[in-house]
Nanobody
Framework: QVQLVESGGGLVQGGGSLRLSCAAS????????MGWYRQAPGKQRELVAIIISGTTTNYADSVKGRFTISRDNAKNTVYLQMNSLKPEDTAVYYCNADIMTVVPLREDNYWGQGTQVTVSS
């Protein structure tokens, strides 16, 4: 009923920037939160940034001051602007959202397919 489609990953040199996008589509009544997680090889998936109710944001300590999460409510899209990228930011980045759907009216958690971000040194 709901799809999250990510875009914007790629290869970038250290110190560079990338912007990730995630668009939600389907039988959406309300999006309660949208966020980004990442998983590096051999490591657990971790929260990068989250935006709740379109206003409250939270960031992992490792990305504070470098990454910015934002949301376009009209487009059901969340963005992650990543600046001053470091090799340790290399990972698959996943979009995640808590979405209430219509018919049936229920809230579920959804994941995107992931997009690779590779930062060279």
């Amino acid at each position: 009923q709901v799809q999250l489609v990510e875009s914007g990953g790629g290869l970038v040199q250290g110190g560079g920037s990338l912007r990730l996008s995630c668009a939600a589509s389907g039988r959406i009544f309300r999006i309660n939160s949208m966020g980004w997680y990442r998983q590096a090889p051999g490591k657990q998936r971790e929260l990068v940034a989250i935006i709740i109710s379109g206003t409250t944001t939270n960031y992992a300590d490792s990305v504070k001051g470098r990454f910015t999460i934002s949301r376009d409510n009209a487009k059901n899209t969340v963005y992650l602007q990543m600046n001053s990228l470091k090799p340790e930011d290399t990972a698959v980045y996943y979009c995640n959202a808590d979405i209430m759907t219509v018919v049936p009216l229920r809230e579920d958690n959804y994941w995107g397919q992931g997009t690779q971000v590779t930062v060279s040194s």
